[in-house]
């Protein structure tokens, strides 16, 4: 247990570097459409006057609920908002450490599948091969899923996609590679 203890450090470690990377560098714009500053300015201007009252949280504008609310979603323009009244820095230090702990914590959860099938994935490649099918599943589903299930374009789940994708299989793979004991031979 302790090397899997110190696995799912160095896989979240990993995973949290390869997160960086994706959404911490210039890389990132390519997950995001960009408006001009007069743009930015409106609609943060609308939301600070619309949304203030129920505050920070997830909206889907129109809400379609309603019969008028579900006119308004079929003609558009929709769109999910992720939302915080207060704003904080672009570059978070709290966000950051964050991250990190929920990246260990995703590792140790990738940690403890793999150890659940040592005996029958023995070696490297075999445990590999399941974390990167675990991986393709679970980005397809909950990243993909989310433009088949919403309408609201490819590009950015795309990225997310993949930066997930890479994130979980490397974190799996050191774990998977260095910090699984190999059973002995049958």
């Known amino acids: 247990m302790i090397r899997l203890g110190l696995g799912a450090i160095a896989g979240g470690i990993a995973q949290w570097l390869v997160g960086f990377i994706f959404w911490a ?17 409106a609609v943060q201007a609308a939301l600070a006057q619309n949304l203030t009252r129920s505050g920070t949280g997830t909206y889907m504008v129109p809400w379609p609920n309603t019969a008028q609310g579900t006119t308004l979603y079929g003609q558009g323009p929709i769109a999910t908002i992720h939302y915080n009244s207060a704003g904080f820095p672009l570059v978070d230090a709290g966000s950051l450490f964050g991250g990190l702990t929920l990246s260990i914590i995703t590792a140790a959860l990738i940690g403890l599948a793999l150890w659940s099938v040592a005996g029958r994935a023995a070696s490297f490649a075999e445990r590999l091969k399941l974390v990167v099918l675990f991986a393709a599943a679970a980005v397809l589903y909950l990243d993909l899923g989310q433009p088949v299930f919403n309408h609201y374009g490819w590009g950015h789940f795309i990225y997310m996609a993949i930066g997930d994708f890479i994130g979980l299989v490397v974190a799996g793979a050191v774990i998977a590679r260095w910090f699984m004991a190999t059973p002995a031979p049958r």
């Open 25 to 41: 560098t210039p890389l990132s714009g390519l997950a995001f459409k960009v408006a001009n500053e007069s743009e930015n300015a």
